[in-house]
């Protein structure tokens, strides 16, 4: 071949990574004819898909095509190789929201970037209700239907992603442990947070002034009302 693609770091990284087996199925067949049936997508002469054909075909010093793609900006290109993985992968329900997740970033992302080049002097919208990971709710339901899961799963799969259990999250990704598994063993740190959450509110109450029981009582009623969306939450 007379150009190399060159690989990406950011682009690999959105490709979720085969197993050990996969890799060895897909070597095996690749051997087996002496050919790679699928061309490497390449746009900008970089891979945008087919990262684990062209390393093999480099190995072992077989030939390959290329079929370029056109894309506008980086932003497109991560779009389409995202959307490219959910459509063609066989991916557990973790790596199926990560994508959509990074799928949700980088358009959120071209959205600031449009508003700021039009003028960014324009009214914001009103915020929408937040769930415990500070995403809308319309959006966690958008990351849902795109992942082809449950809003329940995409919850659960938030609080092992932010629980601070890196080796829980790592287990979900790489399909050890499933997130309804892996959530479970969440629990006792969740009845944890809400004691936690019971004490720091009966605190907060015995500070309240004793003069002003009018102003007192409004705070406690907001303190009720917020501890428990926190409770159902959680």
């Known amino acids: 071949m007379n150009i190399?693609?060159?690989?990406?770091?950011?682009?690999?990284?959105?490709?979720?990574?085969?197993t050990q087996e996969e890799y060895q199925q897909l070597e095996q067949n690749i051997l087996a004819k002496r050919k790679c049936h699928d061309a490497i997508v390449l746009w900008d002469n970089t891979i945008v898909d087919g990262f684990n054909r062209f390393c093999i075909c480099v190995e072992h010093g077989i030939e390959f095509e290329v079929k370029e793609m056109n894309f506008v900006s980086r932003d497109d290109a991560k779009v389409w190789i995202i959307e490219n993985q959910l459509g063609r992968r066989n991916l557990n329900a973790a790596q199926r929201i990560e994508l959509a997740l990074c799928k949700e970033e980088v358009l959120r992302t071209?959205?600031?970037?449009?508003?700021?080049?039009?003028?960014?002097?324009?009214?914001?919208?009103?915020?929408?209700?937040?769930?415990?990971?500070?995403?809308?709710?319309?959006?966690?339901?958008?990351?849902?239907?795109?992942?082809?899961?449950?809003?329940?799963?995409?919850?659960?799969?938030?609080?092992?992603?932010?629980?601070?259990?890196?080796?829980?999250?790592?287990?979900?990704?790489?399909?050890?442990?499933?997130?309804?598994?892996?959530?479970?063993?969440l629990m006792p740190e969740i009845e944890k947070q809400l004691d936690q959450m019971d004490i720091m509110y009966a605190n907060m109450q015995a500070q309240l002034p004793l003069e002003d029981e009018e102003h007192n009582r409004n705070i406690i009623q907001q303190l009720e009302k917020l501890a428990e969306q926190i409770r159902r939450l959680l």
């Open 4 to 18: 190399t693609p060159q690989v990406d770091p950011e682009f690999k990284a959105l490709m979720p990574p085969l």
């Open 110 to 185: 071209k959205a600031k970037e449009n508003l700021s080049k039009g003028g960014g002097d324009r009214k914001s919208p009103s915020p929408k209700r937040t769930t415990l990971s500070g995403e809308p709710i319309d959006v966690q339901k958008a990351l849902a239907k795109e992942a082809a899961v449950g809003n329940g799963t995409v919850q659960r799969y938030m609080q092992i992603k932010e629980s601070g259990k890196p080796q829980l999250l790592e287990q979900v990704q790489n399909g050890e442990l499933k997130i309804g598994t892996a959530h479970r063993l």
